[in-house]
């Protein structure tokens, strides 16, 4: 069955540009997570949904960043007045159910590499 | 708070050699350690997990890792390398917070395999 997708891969925005990223998880995943991978580094979380609902959003690293899952199946994370130290992969998982911890496992997308000049 | 450390952010080895990545885990509670692959421009593929089942968790492509409380650590190895297993690895250890597993991951290792 197909994966999870997220589009586009690249992107370039000049500073102050806004951006959108799109996450397409496995049909039927009950969780998204949006992860932020700079270079070098291990992801770290952004944010967190189950089914449309935004249970945690503490990763954020300001304002300018906002992520929505309106209908619970395809997510979009927003990135607004784009910084350079906003470039990174930006990274998008789903699983099935998050507490039943003898499943869970999040499934990861490919990845958006985000350039901000 | 739950956390890993991997030793060592590039480890190379020679085709056939064994291959040892480290990690330690810090938890207050009993962990869900995990073992990701990053291929180039690829996203996280999962290589195995440790949900408490069985100390020794084998997974794909000839990993292996096993869980060992007294020394907080989740090795990963595999007996012979092969080149295709250049790649980036992660440790992972995930826990319960506001009603769902968070995970967190270490920086990662960046295997190279020499022919």
């Known amino acids: 069955g197909a994966g999870v997708s997220q589009s586009p891969r690249y992107k370039v925005a000049k500073r102050g540009q806004d951006v959108a990223l799109r996450c397409d998880p496995i049909?039927?995943?009950?969780?998204l997570f949006w992860y932020q991978q700079a270079l070098g580094q291990g992801p770290e979380f952004l944010t967190y949904?189950?089914?449309?609902?935004?249970?945690?959003k503490s990763g954020l690293p300001s304002d300018r960043f906002f992520a929505e899952r309106p209908e619970g199946s395809v997510s979009t994370l927003k990135i607004q007045r784009t910084q350079q130290e906003d470039s990174a992969v930006y990274l998008c998982?789903?699983?099935?159910?998050?507490?039943?911890?003898?499943?869970?496992?999040?499934?990861f997308g490919p990845g958006t590499r985000l350039t901000v000049t | 708070a739950q956390s890993v450390t991997q030793l060592g952010s590039h480890v190379s080895v020679s085709e056939g050699a064994l291959v040892l990545l480290r990690c330690n885990y810090s938890?207050?509670?009993?962990?869900?350690l995990f073992w990701y692959v990053q291929y180039p421009n690829q996203g996280l593929q999962l290589l195995l997990k440790?949900?408490?089942?069985?100390?020794l968790v084998k997974g794909i492509n000839g990993f292996e890792a096993e869980f060992k409380k007294s020394e907080t650590s989740f090795h990963l190895t595999k007996p012979s390398a092969h080149m295709s297993d250049a790649a980036e690895y992660f440790c992972?250890?995930?826990?319960?917070?506001?009603?769902?597993?968070?995970?967190?991951f270490g920086i990662g290792t960046k295997l190279q395999v020499i022919p």
């Open positions: 998982a789903s699983s099935t159910h998050v507490r039943l911890a003898q499943t869970y496992e999040q499934y």
């Open positions: 049909s039927g995943h009950v969780s």
């Open positions: 949904f189950q089914n449309e609902a935004q249970l945690d």
């Open positions: 938890s207050s509670v009993p962990p869900y």
């Open positions: 440790y949900t408490s089942a069985a100390t």
């Open positions: 992972a250890v995930s826990y319960l917070s506001g009603g769902y597993q968070k995970v967190t």
